[in-house]
T-cell receptor
Framework: AQSVTQLDSQVPVFEEAPVELRCNYSSSVSVYLFWYVQYPNQGLQLLLKYLSGSTLVESINGFEAEFNKSQTSFHLRKPSVHISDTAEYFCAVSDPIGGAAGNKLTFGGGTRVLVKP | ETGVTQTPRHLVMGMTNKKSLKCEQHLGHNAMYWYKQSAKKPLELMFVYNFKEQTENNSVPSRFSPECPNSSHLFLHLHTLQPEDSALYLC????????????FGPGTRLTVL
């Protein structure tokens, strides 16, 4: 079974400082990789995804993540955070379920980012 | 409404009650999922439905009973729950394995007394 490890459960950071959230996964086969964000009292929203192609993927709100196959990592970064980035961030790996339609996401434990003024 | 909706948003129930959670997706997807999100634990996949057929049951206790009457609706019927079942229950949908992306609803916050 796949596993996803997010090493940091909480990351406090000052506004306008950079932040990096670490994610490592266990699969040795081709997978899809995702970062989801969960704001307080809301469901998960897709932040960005890696499916194939360029190993550096970006979101519309300044986040980026780099797929590193040799290190089985997909770390998330933002060079300058805002107060509004306070949320919980989940890394996930996708497997097709038996090759049929539908897919299985395995999530990491989440990293709670608290941006301080 | 757009996206994935869930009702109710909050639910408090006793251990002897029977209640149902509802999820509806307006995205034309064919696969739907139930997840459980507890404090300090990773998201747990409970059930997967593809074209109304259950394709995964992740060893979920029988006091949770899913129902998928069509590709747009998903229910989770609850009966004789335990306090440890208190959690946020999230519904998601996807368009098969294409791009592997799942879209989530806002969740139902369940409290079992």
């Amino acid at each position: 079974a796949q596993s996803v490890t997010q090493l940091d459960s909480q990351v406090p950071v000052f506004e306008e400082a950079p932040v990096e959230l670490r994610c490592n996964y266990s699969s040795s086969v081709s997978v899809y990789l995702f970062w989801y964000v969960q704001y307080p009292n809301q469901g998960l929203q897709l932040l960005l995804k890696y499916l194939s192609g360029s190993t550096l993927v970006e979101s519309i709100n300044g986040f980026e993540a780099e797929f590193n196959k040799s290190q089985t990592s997909f770390h998330l970064r933002k060079p300058s955070v805002h107060i509004s980035d306070t949320a919980e961030y989940f890394c996930a790996v996708s497997d097709p379920i038996g090759g049929a339609a539908g897919n299985k996401l395995t999530f990491g434990g989440g990293t709670r980012v608290l941006v301080k003024p | 409404e757009t996206g994935v909706t869930q009702t109710p948003r909050h639910l408090v129930m006793g251990m002897t009650n029977k209640k149902s959670l509802k999820c509806e997706q307006h995205l034309g997807h064919n696969a739907m999922y139930w997840y459980k999100q507890s404090a300090k634990k990773p998201l747990e996949l409970m059930f997967v439905y593809n074209f109304k057929e259950q394709t995964e049951n992740n060893s979920v206790p029988s006091r949770f009973s899913p129902e998928c009457p069509n590709s747009s609706h998903l229910f989770l019927h609850l009966h004789t729950l335990q306090p440890e079942d208190s959690a946020l229950y999230l519904c998601a949908s996807s368009l098969g394995t294409l791009r592997g992306e799942q879209f989530f609803g806002p969740g139902t916050r369940l409290t079992v007394l």
